[in-house]
């Protein structure tokens, strides 16, 4: 068994590399302008997703290689008292799109994972932040799906496998974090 998943592993990373460097280099040019005028990035996404958002964002507010300033970026996914209270008051759906509307500004970069790109609360974010004025990225799998539709530009992952679509999205964000740190602050950090 580990064979196998290692194998398809491989496979689905040099297909991903073949295919999706171009927008992973949008998004990073994408990140690096709204961070440079004042803005804010905003990630969510549901299940190991949200596990994502949250290590994207700590490795922007932290560190990821280099000590250098802290970037602003939050995960959606992380304030349980509002995701509920949100979920219980308009529906889960709103989960994030409230939030969105609550934080987002003109300028800001919504960056919106779903391996299906299908997922209703996702999808209801990434149109809250259209209308505020916000660029976005989205992550999916093959296809894109309606997220596809919605995003400025999208890493869509060659892949129906759920596990190796979110393999493909740590390893975009690592590499985004690293692009960032080196774009904005240049090799040794600040």
């Known amino acids: 068994m580990l064979r196998e ?3 398809e592993h491989s496979r689905v990373l040099e297909e991903t590399l073949a295919t999706q460097t171009r927008a992973f280099y949008k998004i990073a040019e994408l990140a690096e302008d709204c961070l ?7 990630i969510f996404g549901n299940g190991g997703s949200a596990a994502d958002a949250q290590h994207f964002a700590a490795e922007l507010v932290g560190r990821f290689e ?3 300033q802290g970037l602003p970026a939050m995960a959606l996914t992380v304030n349980t008292s509002t995701l509920t209270a949100v979920a219980n008051d308009y529906g889960f759906e709103r989960a994030f799109a409230r939030q969105v509307e609550a934080f ?3 300028g800001d970069l ?6 299906s790109g299908e997922s209703g609360n996702v999808i209801a974010a990434a149109r809250a932040a259209r209308e505020l004025g916000c660029k976005i990225a989205g992550m999916t799998g093959a296809g894109g799906g309606t997220l596809a539709e ?4 999208v890493i869509a992952v060659p892949s129906q496998t759920v596990a190796r679509i979110q393999e493909m999205h740590e390893i975009c964000l690592h ?4 692009a960032l740190e080196k774009r904005m602050f240049g090799e040794a950090g600040k």
Do not use: Q
């Open 66 to 68: 280099s000590d250098r």
């Open 36 to 42: 440079r005028e004042g803005g804010k990035i905003l």
């Open 104 to 106: 987002a500004k003109p």
């Open 175 to 178: 590499a985004l974090a690293a």
């Open 150 to 153: 919605l995003a400025d530009v």
């Open 5 to 7: 998943v290692i194998e």
């Open 110 to 115: 919504a960056i919106a994972i779903s391996t």
